[in-house]
């Protein structure tokens, strides 16, 4: 009896297990309907610093490293691993040996096999980037490898000085001019991936049209008609191409918002951020708002004062207007995207950011505290206060946040301040040289680190230092980011951030952060996604549900 | 006949040469720089960038350099902003659109406008007439900027007649082509009655009617043919415009065209991309002037050009 049932118990159990792994197969659909607001300027790694453009290039290629988007750290990509030798100028990476160099052709739809990605495809990467002949704007960011700056600014016409090497065909070592904690994120970014002499030698500017390009990344491309589509197609060699479900991506180029959003209430579209004017209608629709995501973005906005414009040249009023903005009303009644209040410059997912630590106390909305250090500046209730007038760029929405915080001012602290704005090139030239007295500006990460947003920012001498900061803070702001750059130890460079946004946004009210942007994004139930905490998105890994 | 339009054809040359040599000033005048962004580059990179688009060169190099690029090799320059594309392949890219949608626009406008005009002058002071006029001044009070986004309300989001935007199928041409044209309809229309009412006040339709013609051939023979001269001229200027684009329509519908460009380009100052279009579009302008002169030999007998 008991063997018998021991039996029969057992059958079941095996059967059970075999009909609970036969689940019936996911019916998935291998295209997706996707936009890009604005014609990708280039698809050269070498070349792109817009976002659109370094979407296609992650689409296209692969980095020696990448950002992860849940953590946004630094994660192996196209290298294994890497190494740093102990005075922290060297870095090792290790490269995947299963990484060719495919080139679609559009005609036949067939991909043709050309070779591996190799260490010298970096090297030659990196030289390219930093001669000055290719003209790369992005050159700046690789000025901590040795040599770069020197090639890059004419100083040296020695591409072979440039501090990259291809120790074997797949180990490639960088040699750096400081210590930098940060460098395998800038090793990975796009403006280092490794890149194929052969067709940019054969095409030249052109290599990266369809049937020209060679790529290495998830996907291959397959279409680009200029300003209207680009279609890219799964790479099925791809070395994780067994995670890629979607065969084709169609591109759509649709500018205007207004029209994107209703291409994705037609169906024309998978995907789209919705247009602020719609966010209302969204909110109350039962469909559109369960399909409406927000979550955490990788900018922050902000207003700077030049502090050597009186009455800006006062500490004091500076921390009063800061003071005096009600960014949570702004959020709540002009922007309606879920933006967070930003006490810090770095916005929150950077490294070093003090955006979420507990211990942070930056300026906030705090009428009274504002009144009472206007008082102390010896302008009580903004008497005597010379006129003071805030900049921006020509844009309705930039102008309803300025209009906002005019009247937010006005009724918190009293104080009567004029706006002006202009046409956005002369804006940038104005800020750039002699920036008004508050002036309106962004920061988006290129890579998740304080360096990227304090030190180029900010920095007395390194950076364009708009603001004109001088004195005593300015100096041991100076001292404390060159330090962080430096060192190699997280716990110390987080201190010493914690320290420099100090004086930038509290001690010395540098400037006033607004808010920290959202992704805003409006998907259909059948996408099965991932949202990106780092500023790019892996659009090869979704899936599309059969619909 | 010949010479006339070899001479008018000759006098484009010092009328383009005018034309840039006021945009290439005006372009460069205006503050801003094609590589100030919005993450300032270092003044090294700026110089790596100016030297790579011989910006380095003084003002009235470059301008020399870019007109001989122009008559020598027919080569107006690189684009600023997408590197690898020229301003020849912009327009080879996105000028067959425009012209496709202008054409299409023209062909609504006088579809649509002539026949309303006529019907409105003939049917003067009728329910006709209001109906008519009614129509042309809805078309010319709504913009386009309006006009496109009710279509797609209603064509595209309730009636699931079109896609909502793009191009390349002949229903993505639908909507757009209506947007443009409706609005250069209603003003056909308009001049085409106003036009006609006057013309047919004249002489030479009563003798034409007390010859004993029909109605049919004095109106279309003797009337229209004269009343279509201020059609035909306002048609000249409207062809130029259409045929090299329209901003707004282009934005709304997502067309490949060249109508963003005039505006993009400015704001990117986006040097040859600005001097291009413009040049461009002086170019049709002229071309469609005349045009619309040689018509008038056609339609007028008095006119004659020698």
Same mark, same amino acid.
């Given at each position: 009896?008991?063997?018998?049932?021991?039996?029969?118990?057992?059958?079941?159990?095996?059967?059970?297990?075999?009909?609970?792994?036969?689940?019936?197969?996911?019916?998935?659909?291998?295209?997706?309907?996707?936009?890009?607001?604005?014609?990708?300027?280039?698809?050269?790694?070498?070349?792109?610093?817009?976002?659109?453009?370094?979407?296609?290039?992650?689409?296209?290629?692969?980095?020696?490293?990448?950002?992860?988007?849940?953590?946004?750290?630094?994660?192996?990509?196209?290298?294994?691993?890497?190494?740093?030798?102990?005075?922290?100028?060297?870095?090792?990476?290790?490269?995947?040996?299963?990484?060719?160099?495919?080139?679609?052709?559009?005609?036949?739809?067939?991909?043709?096999?050309?070779?591996?990605?190799?260490?010298?495809?970096?090297?030659?990467?990196?030289?390219?980037?930093?001669?000055?002949?290719?003209?790369?704007?992005?050159?700046?960011?690789?000025?901590?490898?040795?040599?770069?700056?020197?090639?890059?600014?004419?100083?040296?016409?020695?591409?072979?000085?440039?501090?990259?090497?291809?120790?074997?065909?797949?180990?490639?070592?960088?040699?750096?001019?400081?210590?930098?904690?940060?460098?395998?994120?800038?090793?990975?970014?796009?403006?280092?991936?490794?890149?194929?002499?052969?067709?940019?030698?054969?095409?030249?500017?052109?290599?990266?049209?369809?049937?020209?390009?060679?790529?290495?990344?998830?996907?291959?491309?397959?279409?680009?008609?200029?300003?209207?589509?680009?279609?890219?197609?799964?790479?099925?060699?791809?070395?994780?191409?067994?995670?890629?479900?979607?065969?084709?991506?169609?591109?759509?180029?649709?500018?205007?918002?207004?029209?994107?959003?209703?291409?994705?209430?037609?169906?024309?579209?998978?995907?789209?951020?919705?247009?602020?004017?719609?966010?209302?209608?969204?909110?109350?629709?039962?469909?559109?708002?369960?399909?409406?995501?927000?979550?955490?973005?990788?900018?922050?906005?902000?207003?700077?004062?030049?502090?050597?414009?009186?009455?800006?040249?006062?500490?004091?009023?500076?921390?009063?207007?800061?003071?005096?903005?009600?960014?949570?009303?702004?959020?709540?009644?002009?922007?309606?995207?879920?933006?967070?209040?930003?006490?810090?410059?770095?916005?929150?997912?950077?490294?070093?950011?003090?955006?979420?630590?507990?211990?942070?106390?930056?300026?906030?909305?705090?009428?009274?505290?504002?009144?009472?250090?206007?008082?102390?500046?010896?302008?009580?209730?903004?008497?005597?206060?010379?006129?003071?007038?805030?900049?921006?760029?020509?844009?309705?929405?930039?102008?309803?946040?300025?209009?906002?915080?005019?009247?937010?001012?006005?009724?918190?602290?009293?104080?009567?301040?004029?706006?002006?704005?202009?046409?956005?090139?002369?804006?940038?030239?104005?800020?750039?040289?002699?920036?008004?007295?508050?002036?309106?500006?962004?920061?988006?990460?290129?890579?998740?680190?304080?360096?990227?947003?304090?030190?180029?920012?900010?920095?007395?001498?390194?950076?364009?230092?708009?603001?004109?900061?001088?004195?005593?803070?300015?100096?041991?702001?100076?001292?404390?980011?060159?330090?962080?750059?430096?060192?190699?130890?997280?716990?110390?460079?987080?201190?010493?951030?914690?320290?420099?946004?100090?004086?930038?946004?509290?001690?010395?009210?540098?400037?006033?952060?607004?808010?920290?942007?959202?992704?805003?994004?409006?998907?259909?139930?059948?996408?099965?996604?991932?949202?990106?905490?780092?500023?790019?998105?892996?659009?090869?890994?979704?899936?599309?549900?059969?619909? | 006949?010949?010479?006339?339009? =070899?001479?008018?054809?000759?006098?484009?040359?010092? /009328? *383009?040469?005018? #034309?840039?040599?006021?945009? +290439? @000033? !005006? &372009?460069?005048?205006?503050?801003?720089?094609?590589?100030?962004?919005?993450?300032?580059?270092?003044?090294?990179?700026?110089?790596?960038?100016?030297?790579?688009?011989?910006?380095?060169?003084?003002?009235?190099?470059?301008?020399?350099?870019?007109?001989?690029?122009?008559?020598?090799?027919?080569?107006?320059?690189?684009?600023?902003?997408?590197?690898?594309?020229?301003?020849?392949?912009?327009?080879?890219?996105?000028?067959?659109?425009?012209?496709?949608?202008?054409?299409?626009?023209?062909?609504?406008?006088?579809?649509?406008?002539?026949?309303?005009?006529?019907?409105?002058?003939?049917?003067?002071?009728?329910?006709?007439?209001?109906?008519?006029?009614?129509?042309? =001044?809805?078309?010319?009070?709504?913009?386009?900027? /309006? *006009?496109?986004? #009710?279509?797609?309300?209603? +064509? @595209? !989001? &309730?009636?699931?007649?079109?896609?909502?935007?793009?191009?390349?199928?002949?229903?993505?041409?639908?909507?757009?082509?209506?947007?443009?044209?409706?609005?250069?309809?209603?003003?056909?229309?308009?001049?085409?009655?106003?036009?006609?009412?006057?013309?047919?006040?004249?002489?030479?339709?009563?003798?034409?009617?007390?010859?004993?013609?029909?109605?049919?051939?004095?109106?279309?023979?003797?009337?229209?043919?004269?009343?279509?001269?201020?059609?035909?001229?306002?048609?000249?200027?409207?062809?130029?415009?259409?045929?090299?684009?329209?901003?707004?329509?282009?934005?709304?519908?997502?067309?490949?065209?060249?109508?963003?460009?005039?505006?993009?380009?400015?704001?990117?100052?986006?040097?040859?991309?600005?001097?291009?279009?413009?040049?461009?579009?002086?170019?049709?302008?002229?071309?469609?002037?005349?045009?619309?002169?040689?018509?008038?030999?056609?339609?007028?007998?008095?006119?004659?050009?020698?």
């Amino acid at each position: 009896m008991s063997k018998r049932f021991t039996l029969v118990l057992v059958v079941l159990m095996v059967l059970a297990a075999v009909l609970s792994a036969c689940k019936p197969a996911e019916k998935l659909v291998t295209t997706i309907n996707l936009n890009f607001a604005t014609e990708p300027p280039t698809m050269d790694p070498g070349l792109s610093t817009d976002t659109t453009s370094v979407d296609c290039v992650n689409m296209l290629f692969m980095g020696l490293s990448r950002l992860d988007i849940e953590t946004v750290e630094t994660k192996p990509y196209l290298a294994t691993e890497w190494s740093v030798s102990a005075d922290g100028l060297v870095w090792t990476f290790k490269m995947r040996k299963d990484v060719f160099w495919w080139r679609w052709d559009p005609a036949t739809q067939k991909a043709e096999k050309k070779r591996p990605v190799v260490a010298g495809d970096i090297v030659y990467a990196v030289r390219r980037v930093a001669n000055p002949e290719t003209a790369s704007d992005y050159a700046y960011v690789d000025y901590i490898i040795k040599g770069v700056q020197a090639v890059n600014t004419g100083e040296s016409t020695d591409l072979e000085s440039v501090g990259v090497r291809a120790v074997d065909d797949y180990t490639v070592e960088f040699t750096l001019t400081q210590p930098a904690g940060y460098f395998a994120a800038i090793a990975g970014m796009w403006t280092n991936n490794p890149v194929p002499r052969e067709p940019i030698e054969q095409f030249g500017d052109k290599w990266t049209e369809p049937g020209n390009i060679w790529t290495c990344g998830p996907t291959y491309l397959d279409v680009w008609e200029h300003e209207n589509k680009v279609v890219m197609k799964k790479n099925p060699n791809w070395f994780d191409a067994k995670n890629v479900f979607i065969e084709t991506y169609n591109w759509a180029i649709v500018n205007d918002d207004a029209t994107a959003m209703a291409m994705y209430e037609n169906g024309e579209l998978d995907v789209t951020p919705p247009p602020l004017s719609d966010m209302d209608r969204i909110k109350a629709d039962p469909t559109l708002s369960k399909e409406l995501y927000i979550g955490p973005g990788t900018c922050t906005y902000y207003y700077g004062f030049n502090t050597s414009k009186p009455p800006l040249d006062n500490v004091k009023v500076r921390q009063a207007l800061s003071h005096g903005i009600d960014r949570q009303k702004l959020i709540d009644t002009v922007l309606k995207g879920g933006q967070k209040v930003a006490t810090t410059f770095a916005c929150p997912g950077v490294f070093g950011t003090p955006a979420e630590d507990p211990n942070w106390k930056g300026i906030e909305f705090d009428p009274a505290k504002g009144k009472a250090l206007l008082a102390e500046a010896g302008y009580p209730d903004g008497k005597g206060l010379a006129e003071i007038t805030l900049m921006f760029n020509t844009s309705a929405g930039h102008q309803r946040i300025a209009e906002f915080i005019q009247q937010s001012w006005k009724e918190n602290l009293g104080l009567d301040i004029k706006l002006a704005n202009q046409e956005w090139a002369v804006y940038l030239k104005t800020v750039n040289t002699d920036a008004p007295q508050i002036y309106r500006m962004g920061w988006c990460l290129d890579y998740p680190d304080e360096n990227n947003w304090v030190l180029e920012n900010f920095h007395t001498t390194k950076s364009l230092n708009n603001p004109k900061w001088s004195g005593a803070n300015a100096v041991e702001f100076d001292r404390l980011t060159e330090e962080a750059a430096l060192s190699n130890d997280p716990a110390k460079r987080k201190e010493l951030y914690f320290k420099a946004e100090q004086l930038l946004t509290v001690t010395d009210a540098v400037i006033a952060p607004i808010y920290y942007y959202t992704s805003v994004v409006m998907t259909k139930p059948y996408v099965e996604r991932t949202y990106s905490k780092a500023g790019h998105q892996e659009f090869w890994y979704w899936k599309v549900q059969a619909h | 006949m010949g010479r006339y339009i =070899i001479r008018r054809l000759l006098l484009l040359i010092p /009328v *383009l040469f005018f #034309i840039s040599v006021i945009t +290439f @000033a !005006l &372009a460069h005048a205006v503050p801003g720089g094609p590589f100030d962004r919005e993450k300032p580059l270092p003044p090294e990179v700026i110089a790596n960038l100016e030297k790579y688009y011989g910006l380095d060169q003084p003002v009235w190099k470059q301008y020399v350099d870019y007109v001989t690029d122009i008559a020598f090799r027919f080569d107006f320059g690189p684009s600023y902003r997408s590197r690898g594309r020229s301003v020849n392949d912009i327009f080879a890219d996105h000028l067959p659109v425009s012209a496709q949608l202008g054409l299409a626009a023209i062909v609504i406008a006088l579809v649509i406008g002539l026949p309303l005009g006529i019907l409105s002058a003939l049917k003067q002071n009728t329910l006709w007439d209001y109906l008519g006029m009614g129509l042309a =001044i809805f078309g010319v009070s709504v913009p386009a900027i /309006v *006009l496109g986004p #009710i279509l797609i309300l209603i +064509f @595209a !989001l &309730a009636l699931h007649w079109f896609p909502v935007a793009g191009w390349g199928t002949p229903a993505k041409m639908v909507m757009p082509a209506f947007a443009l044209g409706l609005r250069e309809s209603a003003i056909i229309a308009r001049l085409t009655r106003a036009s006609m009412l006057q013309v047919i006040r004249e002489d030479y339709i009563r003798t034409a009617r007390a010859k004993g013609l029909s109605e049919r051939v004095v109106m279309v023979r003797h009337a229209l043919k004269n009343a279509f001269i201020p059609v035909a001229t306002i048609l000249g200027p409207m062809f130029a415009a259409l045929l090299t684009g329209t901003f707004i329509v282009e934005q709304i519908f997502a067309i490949p065209g060249m109508g963003k460009y005039f505006i993009t380009s400015i704001t990117n100052r986006d040097y040859p991309v600005v001097m291009g279009t413009i040049l461009l579009y002086a170019v049709f302008l002229v071309l469609a002037n005349l045009a619309v002169d040689l018509t008038y030999a056609f339609l007028d007998p008095r006119i004659r050009y020698t």
